[in-house]
């Protein structure tokens, strides 16, 4: 097995920390996102969390991260609006998430963002049996109970986080 990056050692760590059982599943990183993962590694799309940072549109920009599971969509300008106390809201870029988080889209993780960082759990996500999150890499990703982020330090359950996605356009 490759040897583990900086993040994914942090990951480990607060996982270790937090002592709920886990299983780090080394992956092809050219399928991290999470629709090519599940296909790939024949997970269901329904246990998947994705961890999502947004941002202010405003200076000084604020930012939280969120957690919702891969079938819904973050309720942005509503919950995730109301929350922040901001009035506009949008999904920090690619170049924002790694440069607050040192992560790549397909690898960012709720298990090792920088302290300080408000973190929203969408309550869909804490009835499910297990849960992959991403391990910071884009080379692994880590299944676990959905305890692991009831245990997060700082981590709001947020009921109403997420909305249904319609139809089926998955």
């Given amino acids: ?17 937090l002592g709920v059982p886990y ?3 080394p992956i092809d990183p ?3 996102d999470t629709g ?3 296909e790939k590694y024949g997970v269901p799309l ?15 920009k604020q ?3 969120c957690v919702v599971k891969a079938t819904r ?16 809201l949008s999904f920090a870029s690619s170049d924002e998430t790694r440069t607050l988080t040192g992560m790549m889209i397909g690898g960012v993780t709720v298990l090792a963002l920088p302290d300080g960082l408000p973190v929203y759990v969408d309550d869909t996500l804490m009835g499910l049996p297990w849960v992959i999150l991403g391990s910071g890499s884009r080379a692994s990703k880590i299944r676990t109970s959905p305890e692991v982020l009831r245990r997060l ?5 947020v009921p109403g986080l997420s909305l249904e996605v319609p139809g089926d356009s998955l």
Avoid at 46 to 60: D, G, L, R
Avoid at 79 to 88: N, P
Avoid at 153 to 157: E, V
């Fill in 73 to 88: 969509r973050l309720d942005v300008n509503h919950a995730v609006r109301r929350l922040m106390g901001v009035a506009r």
């Fill in 153 to 157: 330090p700082g981590a709001q359950i």
């Fill in 1 to 17: 097995m490759a040897a583990l990056d900086a993040v994914e050692r942090q990951v480990v760590a607060v996982l270790d920390r």
């Fill in 36 to 38: 090519p993962f599940c």
């Fill in 46 to 60: 329904e246990h998947s969390a994705n961890t999502i940072i947004v941002a202010s549109k405003k200076e000084p």
């Fill in 23 to 25: 299983e780090r599943m």
């Fill in 30 to 32: 050219d399928y991290a």
């Fill in 63 to 65: 930012y939280a991260a």
